[in-house]
């Protein structure tokens, strides 16, 4: 399995600096970042997170675009972007953009792309109807601009940077694909698929089987298997139920669980139980002392529905699962120290290339 690792692509760049040449050390495969303006914390909330002693805005998101020219200085591995969306960015930008990037970077360039969440799309004056017939739209579009060069049926529309860079080929179109329609736009245009919302790997398998039939009907090799899990590296799963309750904001992650994963706990997700979690939870729209209020109800099992928890060994067992159901390519979103702040992040330093080193024999 390669392992690919998604980079703190905020400001300030200090974090960059210094966490890159640690991943370089430990041999990951590519870098990656999220293409969002709004962020999973609330400000009013975000001086009692430990994680605000990093950062003084967890908003300040650098542009994913902008921010992977500069990674491409600095490695010679691939620079994903995990994931951005077709509402904010077309297909003739996205086109260029890509074809920009996988020239100038030397391991070339993925472009992620979703359908979209709520949080960095609405606040900002963008529609949200229809985001699914948007991303189908565009990756027509897309697909052609990268493999032709030209816009479907209008040659004027072109591209006049080569489509294929010396040595890496294509970039790489890569599809966060979750429902079925989604999934059969991951087969028919992604050269990968790239999920990020909590499921089984019984689930995960499933949903591969549904991609790779996709691919199949249009004659396209099944996409790159891959996943994006939020992890957080602890002494033991026991150990991080301790550290949750006793600083309970971070179990606001379970916010971004779905409703139905609420019901099944027995409880009524704040957006209600129809909530699609990730999908249409704007923290920032939400009153911050009732998240205080709220946080210590969530339990840590609604918590591990959204977050992937645990020690390197216990973290390479829940992965094994995964891997015997087609996952061939992580990408690793590390939020270790939600809980435990600096202290935390220390202690667990070696447990992501103990991790690796275990996915890679997967």
Known sequence: MKVGINLPAQFPMDSTNMMLPVYEEMGADSYWAPDHILGVFHPAL???TPLSAMAADPDAFYDPFVYGAVVGTM????????VTDSTRRRAADLARTALSLNDLNPGGFILGIGSGEAESITPFGYPFEKPVGILEECLIELRSLLDEGTMPGNPVGRMGLPLEAEGRGKPEVWVAGHGPRMLRL????????????GMSADEYGQ???????AAAGVGRPTPTASMLPFTLFAESQDRAEEMFDAEPLGKLFGLFAMGSVWEKHGLEHPLGNDSKGFIDVIIHDLDPDMLRDIAPTIPFDMVKEVLFVGNAEELATQFEDYAKAGLEYIVMANITGVVGGMDEIMAR???LPELMSVLREL
Do not use: Q, R
């Open 186 to 197: 991951t087969g028919e245009y992604g050269d990968g698929w790239i999920p990020a919302w």
């Open 75 to 82: 490695t010679d591995k691939p620079f994903g972007i995990s």
């Open 349 to 351: 330093g070696a447990d």
């Open 46 to 48: 975000w001086s009692e």
């Open 207 to 213: 949903k591969l089987s549904a991609v790779a039939e």
